[in-house]
């Protein structure tokens, strides 16, 4: 593979605080949903516009740590998380092949864990978006909105553009790869989607570190969002 075309100047340490400081606003809120009156949100209330601006914040938390820790600190361009040009048109197309790759892996990696460990996805993976954001059509928009759009711009900024390329400086392209979509995984907090979450890291870095701009990595994430929106949304009716 091509070396990135600009080197960061952040390193592991400095990924260690952002990280550090995310743990310390999430953890809260993700004690408080393993509680047994909890409904095992995170981010669980009856007002779903409420919860869109929390979500949002959050996502705005992520651009904020990557920006304080890395282009702040270090006084570069923003542009050196990962905001290059790109084809946009062959940024779709790969991120339509690489989806239906994603979906297959996450098929047959479900139908092995129920056949050997019977194990089957938590309920609340179908019910919960719903709940968050509503039912009918103004609920499946909202949805769209923060989790096909604004979460996979803030997540790629944070872990590809800001969190791999320090790991990649440390410990070279597929360890950083790695270790970047471990990161990454257990971020997302849900035993169920550890090893989907991760494959989708492995995949959305890859993409990073081959086309040098987070566009391809920002439109699989999305598609990757929307077409699981589509689905959980068609299953409530």
Partial sequence: M????????WGVRDV????????????????????PFSSGHLASSRNP?????ILTLMAGTLIFL?????VRRYRVSFKELGFYNFNVAW???????WLIAVKIFAVVYGALAMYFFRLKPPEELI????DIFGSGIGGLLLAILVVSFVAPIA??????????PALRKKFGIWAGILISAVVFALFHARIWLIIPVMAMGVVLAFLYEKKKSLGPSIVLHSLNNLLSIIIIYAQKG
Avoid: D, H, M
């Fill in 66 to 70: 990557a920006w304080n820790f890395g």
């Fill in 91 to 97: 940024g779709l197309i790969q991120g339509v092949l």
């Fill in 155 to 164: 997540e790629e900024t944070f872990f590809r553009g800001f969190v791999y």
């Fill in 2 to 9: 091509k070396e990135i075309r600009v080197a960061v100047p």
């Fill in 49 to 53: 516009l409420l919860v869109t601006l």
């Fill in 16 to 35: 260690l605080k952002a990280l550090a400081v995310l743990v310390v606003i999430i953890l809260p809120g993700f004690l408080l949903s393993l509680l």
């Fill in 127 to 130: 019910r919960g978006i719903p």
